[in-house]
């Protein structure tokens, strides 16, 4: 079946701009995680979401960053302002339910000049 | 402390050997466990995953896991150029996210 699929997979944008990422995970799966890689660095935990539960935003860096999930499926992750530090690649998951294998899409490469 | 510790390597093995890589944990209520390969520039991708104490086994992968010694590692035998990646140990404490290590550069040499 199909994979997480992000779009879009490369984003330039300037500074102070605001910028939207998306995420579709895989059917059927409940939980949907956010987290950014920078380069040569680990993967932070930003967001995750649980069905209809009311989604944990505790790693979310600054209030400039926010998500939504829209029916239980699509994510948008926003970016609002962005500074150079938030360069980073935008990875997606989803796992059937929190605390199970999740699976990660492809990723988004934000370049904030 | 680090609550998912590795060895940032790189780990250097010859082909065809066992490669063996290893992860602490500092959350003794860590319940489940997951290894994950990354290629440069690629998404990580799942190996493994592990819920009891002790081994399982796919294919050349076998996960171990110990709880009171809260340690889980990593085997891989007969080990191939396309093995080189960093891999990465991931824990999670119930219902929530996963906590990553930093990883281990695993470098498979000819």
């Known amino acids: 079946g199909a994979g997480v699929s992000q779009s879009p997979s490369n984003k330039v944008t300037e500074k102070g701009k605001d910028v939207e990422l998306r995420c579709d995970p895989i059917?059927?799966?409940?939980?949907l995680y956010w987290y950014r890689q920078s380069l040569g660095q680990g993967l932070e935990f930003l967001i995750y979401?649980?069905?209809?539960?009311?989604?944990?935003k505790s790693g979310l860096p600054s209030d400039r960053f926010s998500a939504e999930r829209t029916g239980g499926s699509v994510s948008t992750l926003t970016i609002q302002r962005t500074q150079q530090e938030d360069s980073a690649v935008y990875l997606c998951?989803?796992?059937?339910?929190?605390?199970?294998?999740?699976?990660f899409g492809p990723g988004t490469r934000l370049t904030v000049t | 402390q680090k609550e998912v510790e590795q060895n940032s390597g790189p780990l250097s093995v010859p082909e065809g050997a066992i490669a063996s890589l290893n992860c602490t944990y500092s959350?003794?209520?860590?319940?489940?466990f997951f290894w994950y390969r990354q290629y440069s520039g690629k998404s990580p991708e799942l190996i493994m995953s592990?819920?009891?104490?002790g081994d399982k086994e796919d294919g050349r992968f076998t996960a171990q896991l110990n709880k009171a010694s809260q340690y889980v590692s990593l085997l891989i035998r007969d080990s191939q150029p396309s093995d080189s990646a960093t891999y990465l140990c991931?824990?999670?404490?119930?219902?929530?996210?996963?906590?990553f290590g930093s990883g281990t550069r695993l470098q498979v040499q000819p």
């Open positions: 998951a989803s796992s059937l339910e929190v605390g199970r294998e999740q699976y």
């Open positions: 059917s059927g799966h409940t939980a």
């Open positions: 979401f649980q069905g209809n539960s009311a989604p944990d």
């Open positions: 959350d003794r209520g860590s319940q489940s």
């Open positions: 592990i819920y009891s104490n």
């Open positions: 991931a824990v999670n404490r119930g219902r929530r996210a996963l906590t």
